[in-house]
Nanobody, 127 residues
Framework: QVQLVESGGGLVQAGGSLRLSCAAF????????MAWFRQAPGKEREFVAS????????YYADSVKGRFTISRDNAKKQGYLQMNSLKPEDTAVYYC????????????????????WGRGTQVIVSS
């Protein structure tokens, strides 16, 4: 069982940066791949980035490649999403997700492919 709590959202101007954090509670976080998703008003939840259990493998949505960086610190049970060069279209609620323990790491873009979810943190990028 893994519980996830996001933080770090807020209001930022276009071109600015934010770092989101995801605190994990439970004994199996280091055994789980994790991901970030986002959901804008009136839109479906979409994949942003994912990272393997050990942190050596990552995937990114094309819309954030080169601007966002996903990372994790298993000793601290934390996941992170560094967001640079933010655009108004990045405005959304950002969710942290974790996979079932020891699931093989591969590109999985669907929200229903992740077992554990946080409640989200709001990011607003003003133009």
């Amino acid at each position: 069982q893994v519980q996830l709590v996001e933080s770090g959202g807020g209001l930022v101007q276009a071109g600015g940066s934010l770092r989101l954090s995801c605190a994990a509670f439970g004994p199996t976080f280091s055994s789980c791949a994790m991901a970030w998703f986002r959901q804008a008003p009136g839109k479906e939840r979409e994949f942003v980035a994912s990272i393997s259990r050990g942190g050596s493998g990552t995937y990114y949505a094309d819309s954030v490649k080169g601007r966002f960086t996903i990372s994790r610190d298993n000793a601290k049970k934390q996941g992170y999403l560094q967001m640079n060069s933010l655009k108004p279209e990045d405005t959304a609620v950002y969710y942290c997700a974790a996979d079932s323990p020891f699931t093989p790491f591969e590109e999985r873009l669907g929200p229903n492919e992740y077992e554990y979810w946080g409640r989200g943190t709001q990011v607003i990028v003003s133009s």
